[in-house]
């Protein structure tokens, strides 16, 4: 079965800090799909970022860049000099190429603070 | 245009009325997707919709009653809901029901049954 955890349930941080989101899925299969989004209070989730089970290679976009780590299972989030505006909750997910839905994590809720 | 939309917005019934939720994309996507998100929590799946035909249903109550009129329409109909049923609903489409591809959300549309 495939499982996605997010240990941080929330993290504060003081605008212009760096702020690493983490992600450890489980999988049995050797092709899958990871994705970050991103929820705002207005309630719409956002499409981040899709990355295959074959391409490890990290990703910048801006002042995001992602860690994606097959040996550890991990896709970890970095927001860079974050902003009040990233305040949100952001969400994992796994798919499976012979599995049958996303499978979010719990989510980590991010605030932060002017 | 990469938009869903959803109406309405905000949605107030009682136990015993019936109303519907509607969802509309026109980006020539053909999977759709209805999820329940409660309060911290992740979304959750509860229909999936392919080429016009439901091919997931997660064991969702009968009170909750989908419909695909066309590729770019989706509805979720509801009847006798419970309060639990309390939540938002999201909608959401992707090219494809393919593992690989992301799904672009809807605001959501609260509900409060009463």
């Known amino acids: 079965a495939q499982k996605v955890t997010q240990a941080q349930t929330e993290i504060s941080v003081v605008e212009k800090e760096d702020v690493t989101l983490d992600c450890v899925y489980e999988?049995?299969?050797?092709?899958?799909?990871l994705f970050w989004y991103k929820q705002p209070p207005s309630g719409e989730l956002v499409f981040l970022i899709r990355?295959?089970?074959?391409?490890?290679q990290n990703e910048i976009s801006g002042r995001y860049s992602w860690n994606f780590q097959k040996s550890t299972s991990s896709f970890n989030f970095t927001i860079t000099a974050s902003q009040v505006v990233d305040s949100a909750v952001y969400f994992c997910a796994l798919s499976e190429v012979y599995g049958q839905n996303f499978v979010f994590g719990p989510g980590t809720r991010l605030s932060v603070l002017p | 245009d990469t938009e869903v939309t959803q109406t309405p917005k905000h949605l107030v019934m009682g136990m015993t009325n019936k109303k519907s939720l509607k969802c509309e994309q026109h980006m020539g996507h053909r999977a759709m997707y209805w999820y329940k998100q409660k309060a911290k929590k992740p979304p959750e799946l509860m229909f999936v919709y392919s080429y016009e035909k439901l091919s997931i249903n997660e064991s969702v109550p009968s009170r909750f009653s989908p419909e695909c009129p066309n590729s770019s329409l989706l509805n979720l109909h509801l009847h006798a809901l419970q309060p639990e049923d309390s939540a938002l609903y999201l909608c959401?489409?992707?090219?494809?029901?393919?593992?690989?591809?992301?799904?672009?959300f809807g605001p959501g549309t609260r509900l409060t049954v009463t």
């Open positions: 959401a489409s992707s090219p494809r029901r393919g593992a690989g591809d992301e799904q672009y």
């Open positions: 990355r295959n089970s074959f391409d490890e």
């Open positions: 999988t049995r299969d050797t092709t899958y799909y």
